[in-house]
């Protein structure tokens, strides 16, 4: 029988797995004092001039030690990102690799003007505030205190945040913009006119087969979303003529007679019988034939056909 916590993890999409998983081990190397926070930090000089290239992960992965704080962010990890994966990403995790990527990308080339050396924190801030985006129709409750819509969690954080460590909340607000340039990239334009449904955080087609993405499931879901359009640009609409078959059984003409008609050829049968019988029903064969709405035909009221046939 497996076990519910290797199950539960077995379970957690790829992006979340991996990124949890490295955020516990560093946590535990740190708390075993097998590495050392003054190791995985980032610092441009670091990096690029004494060649230390791990730092570019592992301030990422640090977290802090083990605290309430550290349990708040893997909860959000887990839940959010999860959300993300299996929700607004479903079926797209190379799409949701790539803006990650960029995302922190974006966060190291902002980290010197901000201050700061770990970006773990930041990450997670970023990626709250796109869940609470794209899940604002939901309600939270916060730390049991209060109910709130997902759309200000991110909000209600900085405020908490502020409030508990006594600071300006500078790095959390970039962080925030950081989210939402990415949001809006990812979902608000492709939606806009300008952009002529161009996806800019699209992965590359090299990390859509590593990842093994399909790369037709998204232009198959737009061509079915598309209206049929004609030939002339405008929408297609059915026309008149092609719902009338549908809308009512088609006349038979042989087994459908015309009352009027009938009541006429029996009061004229004691004076011409044979003749006037032909004649009748070579008139009504050819109005028959000749009158092209034959269902307007059979709703003329009978005192208009009697006139006419008089």
Not at 49 to 76: A, K
Not at 80 to 108: H, I, K, Q
Not at 162 to 178: K, Q, T, Y
Request: net charge negative; aromatic share 12%; charged share 15%.
């Amino acid at each position: 029988m497996p076990n519910p916590l290797e199950e539960w993890y077995m379970q957690l999409p790829l992006f979340t797995r991996i990124y949890t998983t490295g955020i516990v081990v560093l946590t535990l190397a740190i708390q075993l004092e097998w590495a050392s926070p003054l190791t995985l930090f980032y610092t441009y000089h670091a990096v690029f001039v004494q060649n230390e290239y791990w730092r570019l992960l592992t301030t990422f992965l640090f977290l802090g030690t083990f605290s309430l704080d550290w349990i708040l962010n893997i909860y959000f990890i887990v839940r959010y990102c999860r959300d993300l994966e299996e929700g607004s990403y479903l079926n797209r995790p190379a799409d949701f690799a790539w803006t990650v990527l960029l995302m922190c990308t974006t966060l190291l080339v902002i980290s010197p003007y901000l201050g700061t050396v770990f970006l773990g924190d930041l990450l997670v801030s970023s990626l709250t505030y796109m869940w609470s985006r794209h899940y604002s129709y939901l309600f939270i409750n916060f730390m049991g205190l209060f109910t709130t819509s997902a759309a200000y969690l991110p909000w209600v954080l900085v405020a908490f945040s502020s409030v508990v460590e006594n600071r300006w909340p500078v790095v959390d607000l970039a962080a925030i913009g950081v989210g939402h340039v990415f949001w809006f990239l990812a979902e608000e334009w492709p939606r806009r006119a300008e952009s002529g449904g161009v996806r800019v955080l699209r992965a590359p087609r090299v990390l859509c087969k590593i990842m093994h993405q399909d790369l037709d499931d998204e232009l198959d879901q737009d061509a079915e979303q598309e209206p049929a359009v004609a030939v002339d640009g405008d929408i297609a609409e059915p026309t008149v003529g092609s719902e009338l078959p549908s809308a009512e059984p088609p006349v038979q003409h042989e087994t459908t007679t015309n009352p009027v008609h009938h009541e006429t050829t029996t009061s004229e049968k004691h004076s011409n019988s044979d003749e006037s019988t032909n004649q009748d029903f070579a008139s009504t064969s050819a109005v028959e034939h000749t009158d092209p709405s034959p269902t307007l035909h059979q709703r003329t009221p009978y005192s208009h056909t009697l006139a006419e046939h008089d």
